[in-house]
């Protein structure tokens, strides 16, 4: 091979490590960012508490209204004596301060976690609920709703760049192929197979090195996931199109 074609390639594994990193730094920003949504999701609870102590029969009916929303994907009825031998699990010393004041002066309530599509109008869910009886406080995290929504946002956007991306490539590829049919020139061009191994190679390079910077992160279970292999086949399959397009371009010319 001549000093030039050594060259080309050398610059398209270049490109192609830039194009695989890239790529698959965004599919690890995109998981990790789902992941901490969901786990932030499923440990988010909004308690209601009653205002004064209820029968059973009127806390089912309750909680049956709350879990026949949309809006709600579990319901969960605590009562008094249940919040208190809870407490005295995760913190005797409180306990027994809160026993001072009264056998049980816990009040009842309901932990409810929200579906998942309800988090952009958790305001004016509560505010019907309200109206299902006498509550005495509702709590929740606001805080935790507005990480929940960004990181929502923030993994739509990159999962919508990464499509986009994936869908130039795609566009790229099909034109070259298709260049050739239009100019009668279906022959297909010799030594192309070099620089889509080169820029596979190199894709693949890029995404073990964007897998090596993050690799500390899984030890957090909260925010670890991998991408889908699939996901991780079309950054590949991509970079690779970077060397497979200008071989054909070239044989045009």
Request: hydrophobic residues 50%; glycine residues 6%; aromatic residues 8%.
């Amino acid at each position: 091979m001549s000093a030039e074609g050594k060259a080309r390639l050398a610059s398209l594994f270049t490109l192609a490590v830039a194009a695989g990193l890239a790529g698959e730094t965004l599919l690890l920003a995109e998981r990790h960012c789902s992941r901490l949504e969901e786990s932030l999701r499923e440990d988010f609870r909004v308690v209601l508490f009653l205002r004064a102590p209820t029968e059973e029969s009127r806390a089912k009916v309750l909680e049956e209204k709350l879990r026949a929303a949309p809006e709600i994907a579990d319901v969960r009825y605590v009562s008094a004596d249940d919040a208190l031998a809870a407490l005295k699990r995760e913190d005797p010393e409180l306990a027994e301060s809160v026993a001072l004041v009264s056998d049980n002066p816990l009040p009842s309530g309901f932990e409810v976690r929200p579906a998942p599509e309800s988090f952009t109008h958790i305001g004016a869910w509560l505010d019907g609920a309200q109206r299902l009886a006498e509550w005495s406080d509702v709590r929740y995290k606001p805080g935790q709703v507005a990480a929940i929504l960004r990181l929502r946002f923030y993994a739509r956007l990159l999962r919508m760049t990464l499509s986009t991306l994936l869908c130039l490539v795609a566009g790229l590829a099909l034109a070259v192929v298709g260049w050739p049919l239009l100019t009668a020139k279906s022959k297909a061009p010799s030594g192309w197979a070099a620089p889509v191994w080169w820029a596979a190679a190199g894709g693949a390079a890029g995404a073990l090195f964007a897998i090596a910077i993050a690799w500390p992160l899984h030890r957090d279970e909260l925010l670890w996931a991998w991408p889908s292999p699939l996901a991780q086949a079309a950054v590949i399959a991509a970079c690779a199109t970077l060397g497979w397009s200008p071989s054909l371009w070239r044989s045009d010319s």
